[in-house]
């Protein structure tokens, strides 16, 4: 048989934190003691009161097919949860329910993207953004940001690839892999060069995930903006699958058409669980949050006690990305020398760019215990070189 493999499957590369993440795995199982920074992936257990009812919603049946929008009842409290951080109003009309944040990107940009389409994203980025826009044939355009600016966007450079004919702008705010929390006035600035001219897509994952002020919704400022998100990293439910779009009500029936023919619908009884993430589970969230600002102090002191300092301080998410260009032109292999030599997993910075070359992405989604002792391992390694 003929090993066929399509163009937009040729085109894919790799994932890295997932190839330091299974090489991490068969060294455990080989034996090694292995401190996992890499994954982003929150270490709680989903609060019970989430849990509580979901396992309700499994008790009452709730295990079969939904409206390819999602249940009117999540769709509501989607809607609350925006009024009640944001003071925005949005209807229920624009809500689609998905499985998880991804599947919201996916089939939003297979909704407004032809073959060619250009879409705007940051370099460095989330890795697999121009993979959603490979696999919908459209054409990713990265923008350089740089270290010292806080890797944000440069609104002058946007509003040169806006008169090229950028169809997309992808927006990650508090960003993964950087942690940096784009500011209200930068949004605002956005917003007034891509007017009316290009689509907004804000990628809201992290929000809630703070330590400072918090995270601005773009539909503050441009209420035709593209809303996604969900529930995986605040409220700590990954295994879930359940996310969220918040559309112009022009895009509603495309979503919704792409949804019922490519996924069918978000799963039943874990739209129950979402209501309780929503309504019920502040308390645990907010438990979550300061334990990883916590975190998120010791990672920052500990790197500058190796004179690894970081610029601009993250201040979203759960992630620092960090400068070694002092100790390697090749971060890829460097990662992967740490991980052999130190048994600390940490993710090459060119997982998320080519602008990501001489830096290192650290998810401190893991105990203070581990990271100590992580960094501890991560200390050593370096003062051998150094």
Not at 311 to 335: I, Q
Request: net charge negative.
């Amino acid at each position: 048989m003929n090993n066929f493999v399509s163009e937009t499957a040729a085109r894919m590369p790799p994932f890295l934190v997932m190839e330091v993440l299974e090489r991490a795995a068969k060294l455990e199982r080989d034996g090694r003691s292995i401190i996992h920074m890499e994954v982003g992936e929150p270490d709680f257990d989903t609060p019970e009161v989430i849990r509580e009812a979901g396992i309700r919603a499994l008790r009452d049946g709730r295990t079969h097919y939904t409206h390819s929008l999602g249940h009117p009842e999540l769709r509501n409290a989607i809607c609350a949860w925006m009024d009640r951080r944001y003071g925005v109003e949005v209807s229920p009309q624009r809500v689609v329910v998905t499985m998880g944040t991804s599947s919201a990107i996916l089939l939003t940009c297979a909704a407004i993207l032809d073959p060619g389409s250009r879409v705007l994203m940051t370099d460095p980025c989330y890795a697999c953004y121009p993979n959603f826009v490979i696999a919908c044939h459209g054409e990713s355009v990265r923008l350089p940001v740089r270290e010292e600016d806080g890797f944000q966007y440069n609104p002058e450079a946007v509003k040169k690839e806006v008169k090229r004919g950028a169809r997309a702008l992808l927006l990650n705010s508090p960003a993964n892999p950087t942690g940096i929390v784009t500011s209200g006035k930068r949004l605002e600035e956005l917003v007034e060069v891509t007017r009316d001219r290009v689509q907004i897509i804000s990628d809201e994952i992290y929000h809630g995930l703070t330590y400072g002020s918090d995270a601005r919704s773009i539909l503050e400022f441009d209420p035709e903006a593209i809303v996604v998100s969900g529930f995986s990293k605040l409220f700590a439910m990954t295994g879930w699958r359940l996310g969220w779009a918040i559309l112009p009500e022009h895009l509603v029936r495309p979503v919704q058409k792409l949804q019922q023919n490519l996924l069918i619908s978000a799963p039943d009884f874990p739209q129950f669980a979402g209501i309780a993430a929503l309504e019920d589970s502040q308390d645990d969230i907010e438990r979550m949050r300061l334990c990883y600002d916590e975190r998120r102090r010791l990672v920052l002191k500990r790197l500058r006690d190796m004179n690894l300092n970081v610029l601009v301080e993250p201040t979203g998410a759960f992630y620092v990305f960090f400068n070694v260009s002092r100790y390697t032109d090749d971060v890829y292999s460097f990662a992967f020398q740490i991980l052999e030599e130190a048994g600390v997993a940490l993710t090459p910075g060119v997982d998320f760019g080519p602008h990501g070359q001489g830096f290192l992405r650290l998810s401190y989604a893991n105990s203070l215990d581990n990271l100590k002792e992580g960094l501890n391992r991560l200390e050593s390694f370096l003062r051998k070189l150094d």
